[in-house]
């Protein structure tokens, strides 16, 4: 995309922070391999004014109305629970700067497009990314909401807005719709509605909620999700408020605990309970909680599965095998120990079961070097970790599975050059 034409404040930021970045795509060559990036956010509170129109329920929609008169719509909304603790790094990380629906000069490439749209292909294109999965931010609290109606009403208007205004741009952005998991019905709905959009490539769950991932009522979400071959993400987060986090009493204890806190409860329930084996086809990642939990909870598991096969009785292999068919995001990537990582990934093998992300914008993201430069990684493990696995696990035939053809390599190589 050439940028010649945005206004300072939806790019200048971004290709401040990521010059580095350009600098590392264009050494590694990444115009010879297509990158997916599988965990990339914007901040959908930016646009809250344009959810207003998108509501289905009345009630819920006035309660929003309501919130933007009051000035909130650059802000966390009162209408969705919000988080304690220090995300932002007291503004010490940059990110993009906020700009209005129409801040495009006319004229200009690509005027009329949606800001989120400019601002997130602009970071992809510093980072030689192809393509990625845009989620929301805020929105990823929405699961501790204490009214479920309303939750449902957020979700439902977040996932018309996003597919009439920001997806429909470019196939370079893809989604997996939050689905308001308090309300089983409500999730078949959503599938239902918005499962064939071409843009929407799977469906995802905040991980940061208490009800149990085996309950029954989701039996026929899991099997729609199976049959039309969608893929089901469980996004970790952190909640302070949770009564076992809340005893640790800094930000970063309970940001390296509460990520992959959420995700273990959900995971040693979906096993335990038999749900791969009930439902074999569905496909499941576990995203944004890094990866040295993972060993851990696989040897856990089949450690206590051994002694005690009865509770169950689902199971026909160990734990730590069913785990290995799911598939996990890489961020945040621990590097501390490259022989403890490389241990790590032959235990999932992460050839076949990992996928790339950058969590960009938030103050903790990933570069695609921080798999490229692996010593441990042959070039065929590196180019399938950042890419190929997500293209055939979410069937993006418009991506190529081999090197890039021709057409897309160069038109890659351009961007890259003049982002500089």
Not at 29 to 35: E, W
Not at 109 to 117: I, K
Request: negative net charge; charged residues 25%; hydrophobic residues 40%.
């Amino acid at each position: 995309m050439n940028v010649k034409g945005n206004p300072e404040n939806v790019t200048g930021e971004t290709i401040s922070t990521l010059r580095n970045a350009r600098v590392q795509a264009l050494q590694r060559g990444y115009d010879r391999f297509p990158i997916f990036d599988s965990d990339a956010h914007h901040y959908e509170n930016e646009s809250f004014a344009e959810l207003e129109q998108y509501f289905d329920d009345d009630v819920v929609g006035q309660m929003w109305s309501a919130f933007l008169k009051k000035g909130g719509a650059s802000r966390g909304s009162t209408i969705m629970p919000t988080q304690v603790g220090n995300q932002d790094v007291s503004g010490r990380i940059l990110r993009y700067g906020s700009i209005g629906s129409k801040g495009r000069d006319p004229g200009s490439e690509g005027y009329g497009q949606h800001p989120d749209f400019v601002k997130t292909t602009t970071a992809m294109d510093m980072m030689g990314i192809d393509a990625g999965i845009l989620f929301p931010t805020p929105m990823l609290n929405l699961g501790l909401h204490p009214q479920v109606h309303v939750e449902v009403a957020i979700s439902m208007a977040y996932a018309r807005w996003i597919t009439e205004r920001v997806l429909p741009e470019n196939g370079r952005i893809k989604t997996m719709l939050y689905l308001p998991f308090g309300d089983a019905d409500a999730c078949v709905e959503i599938v239902e509605r918005f499962g064939g959009h071409a843009n929407v490539i799977g469906f995802m769950v905040t991980s940061g909620r208490y009800r149990p991932v085996h309950d029954n009522v989701y039996a026929t979400l899991y099997r729609m999700l199976e049959e039309r071959a969608l893929p089901i993400c469980f996004h970790a987060l952190y909640n302070w408020s949770d009564q076992s986090l809340a005893q640790l009493n800094r930000f970063i204890s309970v940001h390296a605990l509460g990520f992959p806190f959420y995700n273990m409860i959900h995971l040693t329930n979906m096993i335990i309970n038999g749900i791969p084996e009930r439902f074999p086809g569905l496909k499941v990642i576990w995203m944004e909680s890094g990866v040295s939990w993972i060993p851990f909870l696989m040897e856990r598991l089949d450690s206590e599965y051994m002694m005690r096969t009865s509770e169950a009785p689902l199971l026909k292999e160990r734990p730590s095998e069913y785990m290995r068919r799911f598939f996990y995001t890489s961020q945040p990537m621990e590097r501390g120990d490259l022989e403890f990582l490389e241990a790590t990934f032959k235990r999932i093998d992460a050839a076949r079961t990992l996928l790339y992300a950058s969590d960009y914008p938030h103050w903790d993201f990933d570069l695609p070097s921080v798999i490229y430069d692996l010593p441990f990684l042959d070039e065929n493990e590196k180019r399938r970790i950042l890419g190929r696995n997500a293209i055939e696990l979410f069937g993006l035939s418009e991506f190529s599975t081999e090197d890039v053809e021709e057409s897309r390599q160069a038109s890659k190589a351009e961007r890259l050059e003049a982002l500089g």
